[in-house]
């Protein structure tokens, strides 16, 4: 009998099949290219939403780093008119949306422009959220810019939903040519009084739920009416007043 090539008691073989799987769930750099370039001829967009992540207080993640400037480029070069950040104070006391809007605004985005969402915890409530607070301002044209890993992994959200949310995942290249130092903000701006980490709120269990979608209460205009049945066996639903 052959070996497996991988040992799984190997740290680099865990590393390798880890690679593997988040190559899997990524989209595509000439895939990501086509949506970029696709998006920049459907452009301008009323918005995009751009997903939260957690903040220390002292210092922006890589994440947030790419996701932010990602946002600003998409701005100054006309793909979009405004940017929704979304996400609450889920791991830290630093709400995400405020802190990746106090990044944009040093960085130049008119306050304006800038629209929060402060109350997803999950990246599936970054999507779902973000369209709410873009359907109260009567933006019609919207965009979820975010890295192709998160891009893709929400993706068949937006599709099962059938949500009017175009994709447009980072392009590293394109994010390579541009200059980006760290603005100076003031993180206590962001803190929540009230907050709670979300480990001490819910399990794991709980937690990976809320990825999936679980905890979302949809409006029952915005499922496919194919989908309304389901989600109000589950009791996910509020039903529009008639």
């Known amino acids: ?17 880890l690679l593997l799987f988040l190559n899997a769930c990524a989209f595509s750099s000439k ?14 967009y009323d918005a995009i939403i751009v997903p939260g992540v957690p903040h220390n207080g002292v210092a922006w993640s890589p994440t947030m780093n790419i996701r932010v400037s990602w946002a600003n480029y998409l701005y100054k070069n006309g793909v979009t008119n405004s940017i929704i950040y979304s996400g609450g104070a889920v791991y830290t006391q630093y709400t995400e949306a405020k802190i990746m809007g106090e990044y944009g605004k040093a960085q130049g985005i008119p306050e304006s422009a ?3 969402d402060t109350n997803a915890e999950h990246s599936s409530e970054n999507v779902y959220f973000s369209y709410l607070i873009a359907k109260e301002k009567g933006f019609k044209k919207i965009a979820l810019a975010t890295d192709p890993f998160q891009s893709k992994t ?23 040519t541009i200059n980006r130092p760290e603005p100076s903000i003031n993180p206590q701006m962001t803190v929540s009084e009230s907050f709670v980490s979300i480990k001490e709120r819910e399990s794991f269990f709980t937690r990976f739920q809320g990825t999936m ?9 915005d499922l496919p ?10 009791g996910r639903v509020i039903e529009t007043k008639k």
Do not use: C, W
């Open 225 to 234: 009416k194919k989908k309304v049945r389901k989600y109000k066996r589950q």
């Open 154 to 176: 929400l993706a068949g959200m937006i599709k099962k939903l059938e949500l009017p949310i175009d994709l447009i995942p980072i392009n590293f290249d394109t994010l390579r």
């Open 114 to 116: 800038i629209f929060l």
């Open 31 to 44: 895939r990501t290219l086509h949506l970029y370039e696709q998006a920049k001829e459907n452009g301008p």
């Open 213 to 221: 979608g679980k905890q979302i209460m949809f409006h029952e205009e």
């Open 1 to 17: 009998m052959k070996r497996s090539i991988l040992n799984l008691n190997s740290p680099i073989s865990v590393f390798l099949l």
